[in-house]
């Protein structure tokens, strides 16, 4: 197990504290720098995260997660997939220092910013192709007559640029996947391994993914259902021996037990009846 440093424990705070806190967050989200700012500050954001990098690469993950965190505090708030980019690279130094929960936590929080971004890609792509649809309906309509062969479809520059942007989207979607995905299977635990299971299946949609990677996918989506059903018989078998102790504990005062009763399936219906092996015939449930 890697070892944890205070640096990466949520604080204590004084209620009133944390609210202000909160206010100036939601408040920072919602500042648009100037393109002159925003440069600094993403420049800023990639000496920290250059730096970082090179802390993981030598091994210190703790230190490039510091470096990370510095990148993230003086990177736009609104600049979604630099800040995914972080995220995912955070989730990996907490992987390489197995604190599963951290790791989880920070590529599900890059996996929602890429989640947002494309949402966004999406409508502006929707919102400029009903001005073009209206723009060529408008010269269509007045030039119908003299109309001469139809001009070849070329590509806008944002449209380049948001294919671009998606092909990035995806790289980086299927290394933060693997990353949860990584953690959650370590982490263990019915609902959990349920989780990994349905990243890996999403890896496994994905056509970007490397020939080692595709080969890791299938063999986890080979050994995690079997692991996902002992967790689950699991947790159901001890969920029942708490309501059991808790049913005895009840019962105890009138002399009966849980032993008493017993759960008896409807095989026509898939209904259980409820038998009291005392007599006194049976209650439905």
């Known amino acids: 197990m890697g070892s944890e440093t205070p640096d990466h424990k949520p604080e204590k705070k004084d209620k009133d504290v944390q609210a202000g806190q909160e206010d100036d967050e939601a408040n920072q989200a919602d500042i648009k720098f100037s393109p002159e700012e925003e440069a600094e500050l993403v420049a800023e954001s990639n000496t ?10 030598s091994g210190k993950y703790d ?9 993230i505090a003086v990177c736009p708030t609104y600049l979604d997939y630099p800040l995914a980019v972080l995220r995912s690279n955070v989730a990996a130094c907490h992987l390489m220092l197995e604190e599963w929960k951290d790791a989880v ?9 890429l989640d947002k971004l494309e949402r966004e890609d999406k409508l502006a792509a929707e919102k400029e192709e009903k001005e073009k649809d209206e723009v060529e309906e408008e010269i269509v309509s007045a030039g119908a007559a003299t109309a001469g062969p139809a001009v070849p479809v070329v590509e806008t520059e944002a449209q380049i640029a948001r294919q671009r942007r998606q092909e990035d989207i995806a790289r980086i979607r299927a290394k933060a996947l693997l990353r949860r995905a990584r953690a959650r299977s370590e982490l263990g635990g019915w609902s959990t391994l349920e989780g990994a299971i349905e990243d890996y299946k999403k890896l496994s949609a ?18 995690l259902p079997p692991r996902a059903k002992a967790a689950q ?6 969920m029942w021996g708490k309501l059991k102790d808790l049913g005895n504990g009840l019962l105890k005062p009138f002399g009966l037990s849980t032993d008493a009763f017993k759960m008896v399936k409807d095989e026509k219906t898939g209904g259980y009846s409820l038998n009291f092996g005392g007599g006194g015939g049976e209650a439905k449930k």
């Open 206 to 223: 994905m056509t970007n993914l490397t020939a080692t990677d595709r080969k890791l996918v299938q063999a986890q989506l080979r050994a």
């Open 233 to 238: 018989e699991k947790e159901t078998a001890e």
């Open 63 to 71: 230190a490039a997660i510091n470096k990370y965190d510095e990148a």
């Open 48 to 57: 920290h995260k250059a730096e970082a990098n090179a802390l993981f690469t």
């Open 105 to 113: 936590t920070h590529a599900t929080t890059a996996l929602n910013l």
